[in-house]
């Protein structure tokens, strides 16, 4: 009985025992594997780390210049002639005889104005004629005797002297009095308002009644109350379209050049003009040049006030590289590209500019066709560094874009560059 008893303590004894090795041993284990998996974790995250510190960028080559080179401004279309018709006599509107729109030919009767006062003037000044005339007349009778009688007792040769002179007198106011009949004649004309040139009525500002004031051949008058437009006609065979081109594009002004312009009233329609002129100066506030364009318009199609939309093609070279703008550095040392070699490190090379073609510009020197260069650097970028080259599709970022298939770079055409430079260039 003793014995087992003594058998039954000792393994009572034990199992503590047992237990505490196992625990130690389970806790050992988890202390290892913790240590092992934060070494892991502390290498991953050191890798990632020196992943991340290598910029990635997406690179293009530079494609040729285009063929022609386009820009789009506005323009305004007005007539080849117009004119603002005013009254030249004052008095009352007597009928009118043309309305808006109405298609004229030169001196086509457009209003008759009543003006009793320029007729009373009219008759005065041809009544004073037949004085003048009859003055004139007695003149001359009376110095052909007084000279008969020269030389004799019976007058002066100063007397003969001043009917000679009197006589002559009187022919001068004859001729004085003839041009006041002509002058108020003039007037009496200009009772009927005529069209100056062929073409269209585009305003009539009077009616039958109204009561309108001589311009006095003062067009500064307009729409005062001392000189009151009646019409307005535009000679309109051919139309000036005014476009205001900027400084940058004023190099393409030559003669011959040729636009094409549409209009919002004829969609999906297209019409052409040719440069007539510029003012050959810039406008100090707006730097642009006014050019006047010609297109002709036996359709009459076009019409004055107009508002266009004037797009200019212009040749340009093409073997003159472009390359994006966003693809330029702003340095100190002057306008640079961040080329990348074939072990990915930069070099920031500088570069001439030419034309600025929009999206795109000419790259005059300081770049080859083989030369690849980074599509959108950072301002930080710096020469030597090494980074990391990862595929694009046009908008589509770096982490979507190492994921999808990259296409090369068009070799000629200017709008595949622009295209490319849309994905971003570093990660975010």
């Excluded at 309109?236 to 030559?254: G, I, T, W």
């Excluded at 966003?326 to 340095?331: D, E, G, K, M």
């Excluded at 300081?366 to 970028?381: C, E, H, I, Q, Y």
């Excluded at 908008?395 to 296409?407: E, I, W």
Aim: net charge negative; no cysteine; charged share 20%.
């Amino acid at each position: 009985m003793n014995v087992v008893n003594r058998e039954v303590a000792d393994t009572r004894r034990i199992r503590p025992k047992l237990f505490a090795a196992v625990a130690a041993l389970v806790l050992g284990g988890l202390v290892v594997h913790g240590i092992v998996q934060r070494h892991d974790n502390v290498a991953d995250l050191k890798t990632l780390s020196d992943d991340e510190s290598v910029p990635q960028v997406q690179v293009m080559l530079p494609a040729p210049g285009p063929a022609t080179r386009s820009i789009t401004l506005p323009g305004d279309l007005k007539a080849w002639y117009s004119a603002p018709i005013y009254a030249q006599v004052s008095g009352y509107v007597h009928k009118w005889y043309v309305d808006y729109g109405a298609t004229v030919k030169a001196g086509t009767l457009l209003a008759t104005i009543d003006a009793p006062t320029v007729d009373q003037q009219y008759q005065t000044a041809a009544a004073n004629l037949q004085v003048a005339k009859t003055n004139s007349t007695l003149a001359d009778v009376t110095a052909q005797r007084w000279k008969s009688l020269a030389g004799t007792e019976a007058v002066s040769q100063e007397e003969v002297d001043v009917k000679v002179a009197a006589a002559a007198a009187q022919k001068a106011e004859v001729v004085a009095a003839d041009h006041e009949v002509a002058r108020y004649g003039a007037l009496e004309q200009f009772k009927n308002i005529v069209a100056p040139f062929d073409g269209v009525v585009t305003s009539r500002d009077t009616d039958i009644g109204n009561y309108v004031n001589a311009a006095g051949g003062d067009v500064s008058a307009r729409g005062t109350g001392t000189a009151d437009e009646m019409f307005s006609v535009a000679d309109v065979h051919e139309m000036r379209l005014f476009v205001s081109v900027p400084q940058d594009y004023a190099d393409m002004l030559k003669p011959g050049l040729e636009a094409t312009f549409t209009l919002a009233q004829y969609p999906g329609r297209e019409f052409k003009a040719t440069l007539l002129t510029t003012a050959n100066a810039f406008n100090p506030q707006t730097r642009t040049v006014v050019t006047e364009l010609v297109a002709q318009n036996p359709d009459h199609l076009l019409w004055p006030g107009t508002y266009a939309t004037v797009r200019f093609d212009v040749p340009t070279d093409h073997n003159v590289l472009v390359v994006p703008e966003q693809a330029l550095l702003f340095r100190d040392q002057g306008m640079q590209l961040a080329l990348v070699d074939a072990n990915g490190k930069v070099h920031l090379q500088d570069v001439k500019l030419g034309l600025n073609l929009g999206q795109n510009v000419q790259v005059l020197s300081g770049l080859k066709p083989t030369d690849r260069f980074v599509v959108n650097p950072s301002a930080g970028t710096l020469d030597g560094e090494q980074v990391q080259i990862v595929s694009g599709v046009p908008g589509v970022g770096p982490q979507t874009a190492s994921r999808t298939t990259a296409s090369e770079p068009a070799s000629s055409g200017m709008n595949q560059p622009a295209k490319v430079a849309t994905a971003e260039s570093e990660p975010k």
